[in-house]
């Protein structure tokens, strides 16, 4: 399939991998709506970091998620949904769970509800290794226990069966991407390469939680090659499929790694207040990408090394985007 001048609604779109998602979309020539988060600054997230070539050609759609009329004219018009949309950090989540729930939950009704009106082609929704929780077999695949370890995670399983449940009942041509932890440039210091980098450019210690569990990491570009085949691959309907390297690292190694990548050596301190509730943390993610790549013909192309090089890179240039001194919920 060709994205020229196909009608694309990205859900999301001001977020770190929706950003990078409507910005290859653009690139392939898709007419793209950006559904961003309305605010009175009027500011458009990380869509702000967009060139400029790119950013003029996006519709930028201010709204709420929550609000079904707002979704309802956002999805008029489109071909093709990526639905992004949600409330993702976890520590926030164990703050504010009722809102986990009425931007993820409620906010996918919406999506799906509109979609099935407009009669779209295919929408992508946006799931996460997350909901897995601790491994209870590696590596993972998509047959693997389902698991509410945070609000976060429960509330994504829930958008989850949502999205699940338009494809069976109403017969909604839904795929759904199952990304593990995803990072590169513009994500914030929510997550932990950020956080490790902007300390090690600021700093002369890195603050950390626990250092044990393990992740499996892809670069932003493997992520959005993962979105655009789960859009075109006729299989992928009524399917979830993961997008991960099948590779993992511990937390701890992460940091020494980068640290390597930079060329500077400080010590490691654990907060508790970076620390998850002992049974709300994940331990081990590691992806079974076997079907991305049977179905898709997705594998990643950035190994660990070169897409942290690419991040540091970015981080170095707009460190005063970071708050390298707080904890970043």
Aim: net charge neutral; charged share 25%; with cysteine.
């Amino acid at each position: 399939m060709t994205w020229t001048g196909k009608k694309v609604l990205v859900t999301g779109a001001g977020g770190f991998i929706g950003s990078h998602l409507t910005e290859r979309l653009v690139k392939e020539g898709a007419k793209v709506r950006a559904f961003v988060h309305y605010n009175s600054r009027n500011d458009w997230g990380l869509l702000e970091l967009l060139p400029k070539e790119i950013l003029q050609e996006i519709e930028i759609f201010s709204g709420d998620i929550q609000d079904p009329f707002a979704v309802h004219k956002a999805v008029k018009g489109c071909e093709i949904v990526f639905h992004l949309a949600s409330l993702i950090a976890i520590p926030y989540s164990y703050i504010a769970p009722q809102s986990f729930v009425s931007t993820n939950v409620l906010g996918t009704v919406n999506v799906m509800e509109a979609c099935l009106k407009e009669g779209v082609e295919r929408v992508v929704h946006t799931s996460t290794s997350e909901t897995y929780g601790t491994a209870q077999y590696v590596p993972i695949d998509e047959r693997h226990p389902l698991q509410g370890q945070s609000p976060y995670s429960a509330s994504k399983i829930g958008a989850d069966k949502i999205a699940e449940s338009y494809y069976l009942s109403f017969n909604l041509p839904v795929a759904i991407i199952r990304p593990f932890n995803t990072y590169g440039p513009r994500q914030s210091a929510r997550a932990v390469i950020p956080t490790i980098i902007t300390q090690l450019l600021t700093n002369n210690q890195v603050k950390l939680g626990d250092l044990t569990p393990t992740r499996d990491l892809n670069y932003v570009e493997d992520t959005v090659d993962g979105f655009l085949k789960m859009a075109t691959v006729p299989e992928a309907i009524g399917e979830v499929i993961n997008i991960g390297s099948g590779k993992e690292i511990s937390i701890g190694d992460l940091a020494h790694k980068i640290m390597q990548i930079m060329g500077k050596k400080v010590p490691i301190v654990t907060e508790e207040i970076r620390k998850r509730p002992e049974k709300s943390e994940v331990r081990r993610l590691v992806a079974d990408n076997s079907k991305a790549h049977k179905i898709l013909g997705w594998k990643p192309m950035f190994s660990l090394e070169d897409g942290l090089k690419r991040t540091i890179s970015w981080i170095e240039k707009h460190l005063d985007k970071y708050k390298p001194n707080i904890y970043n919920l």
